[in-house]
């Protein structure tokens, strides 16, 4: 026997709850509104069942009010999530990690790039550009009496700014003309002859100890610069050999080189400082010492405490870095870096406008004759060298930072060295080695004015590690998303397969309804 079932629809006039048969309500209701009323009875997400539940319009405003409140600022925090997601934004984690860490490459070289005695050697053809310098083919050259300053009748021009004050940035200074003169065609030169006019190794480094045990310039690896011409790397790992590590820190633990840097060797009228160039480096790049060293002067001992400082960038989305497995690279068998990178790029567009190559970089077409020398005004090099330097060549966007980068750190102090009582017996130790300290160092003057102390070692065994990361990641998304609809609409994964067929059953009623609407034209039609 089937029977009736009542629903609860409200109060009467004098406070009664009121019933209704179901079955008279489903008549009197659409399919559209009993569905509607089922969902909302029915479903887990919150709010609803208040809703179609609430037994007076008022109360039924009421929560539709709150339900539309709590679903629109969902929304509104919804979209920040995402939008912040498609930032790509990072943040950096910081940690300090103690352990035994690989003793840095250090790289040194002689402020004066040829030595004076082998200026004979460079050939005639370049001699007429090299006009400014002292030919002397003698193996030794003696420095002309000093200059006495005192007897000078000075004869300054009171106006000489303001007659030159329009040509400001006009036209590169002479000194920088010279200096660039010079390297351009020191570079133009055969590798091995300027191997020949420069300093020697044996002769710059005249003692070495590392970790207290002692070395010798067979462990360093002799580069050509273009600037400094020999230098020297310590370390680098280069033809298979060993990299050294350090376990302990301070100055007794690292490297100790005594150097010896020629002063009467000096071009005259050119170099315009004396000591030597150092750069603490990673292994596998290339050193410019050039653009990141430090100049060390004769007559100290200087100390540089370095610490080791490592950056990890994410690359991809996140940030623009290069790995440099996909990179061009200027310098063969070294890793990629950013300063090489715009060398490589300088020197492509060079030869993509001037058809000529600047002999400072590596080049692989021997057919391209060299960029002249720098002359000041307007030319095809001075033009893409402004290029270049005000970045219209795009130089800076085709060289991203590497995503894995190491860098040192350092400190610098120095002290008086040789001192008076030390000096006699250094010179009676360095004299039995070198032929060249016997001729050219007498007084303790000479042993500053040509000798210099050098100290690289850890400060600390400590190093910092910098690391990107993504500041919302996908599972951090998914997990914020679902914290806000849990706080603020109370739907579950099963709720939104709820909202899914309800949609479904509305479109099902609805082609019903369009199906039913045809049948009834039909009829009337045939009636």
């Known amino acids: 026997m089937e029977m009736d079932t009542y629903v609860e629809t409200g109060k009467n006039s004098e406070g009664y709850d009121t019933k209704v048969n179901r079955k008279e309500t489903e008549k009197k209701q659409s399919p559209l509104k009993e569905l509607a009323f089922q969902f909302g009875s029915g479903t887990t997400a919150h709010g609803f069942a208040n809703i179609v539940g609430a037994k007076s319009t008022l109360g039924k405003l009421i929560w539709l009010f709150l339900c539309a409140l709590c679903w629109g600022v969902f929304l509104w925090q919804a979209a920040i999530l995402i939008v912040k997601y498609y930032e ?20 040194v070289c002689n402020i004066n790039p040829i030595r004076q005695s082998m200026v004979g050697d460079i050939g005639e053809e370049y001699r007429d550009d090299l006009g400014f310098l002292e030919f002397d083919t003698e193996n030794e050259t003696e420095s002309e009496d000093s200059f006495d300053w005192k007897n000078v009748d000075p004869k300054v021009e009171s106006d000489y700014w303001d007659e030159i004050a ?28 300027r191997f020949k006019i420069g300093h020697q190794k044996t002769d710059l480094i ?43 820190p301070g100055p007794g633990h690292g490297l100790l080189l005594t150097l010896f840097i020629e002063e009467k060797e000096y071009l005259e009228g050119f170099t315009e400082s004396s000591g030597a160039v150092v750069l603490v480096h990673d292994h596998d790049i290339v050193a410019f010492p050039e653009e990141q060293g430090i100049e060390v002067p004769p007559g100290y001992a200087t100390s540089i405490g370095v610490r080791l400082k490592q950056v990890s960038r994410l690359g991809g989305k996140y ?28 020197q492509k567009y060079l030869i993509l406008e001037c058809g000529c190559y600047d002999p400072t970089l590596p080049n692989d077409d021997d057919e391209l004759p060299v960029c002249t020398q720098l002359q000041g005004g307007i030319s095809c090099e001075n033009t893409v060298n402004r290029k270049y330097e005000n970045d219209e060549l795009g130089c800076i966007d085709e060289c991203p930072q590497s995503c894995l980068d190491k860098s040192y750190e350092g400190s610098v102090s120095m002290s008086l060295w040789p001192s008076e009582v030390y000096d006699s017996k250094l010179f009676n130790r360095l004299s039995k080695q070198s032929k060249r300290i016997n001729e050219q160092i007498e007084t303790i003057e000479d042993s500053r004015r040509n000798l210099l102390r050098l100290k690289i070692y850890f400060s600390e065994l400590n190093f910092e590690s910098i690391s990107e990361k993504a500041e919302l990641t996908e599972v951090a998304l998914l997990s914020n998303l679902g914290g806000l609809i849990g706080l603020y609409i109370g739907v579950s994964v099963l709720s939104v397969f709820e ?29």
């Open 88 to 107: 790509y934004s990072v943040s950096y984690d910081i940690a300090v990690s103690f352990t035994e860490l690989r003793f840095p490459a250090v790289t």
């Open 166 to 193: 329009d040509d400001f940035f006009e036209d590169y200074d002479t000194n920088y003309e010279q200096d660039v003169n010079l390297t351009t065609i020191i570079n133009r030169l055969p590798a091995d002859v």
């Open 206 to 248: 005249q003692e070495c100890t590392f970790n207290g045990y002692k070395c010798s310039p067979n462990n360093f690896t002799k580069i050509l610069n273009p600037k400094y011409g020999n230098c020297f790397s310590f370390n680098t790992g280069a033809n298979d050999t060993q990299i050294h590590t350090s376990t302990r």
């Open 319 to 346: 940030t623009t870095c290069t790995t440099g497995s996909t990179a061009e690279l200027l310098y063969e068998g070294y890793a990629y870096s950013v300063e090489a990178c715009l060398r490589l790029c300088y």
């Open 499 to 527: 909202f899914i067929e309800f949609i479904i059953d509305i479109f099902r009623i609805m082609l019903k309804k369009v199906k039913t609407a045809g049948r009834v034209d039909n009829t009337k039609m045939t009636s």
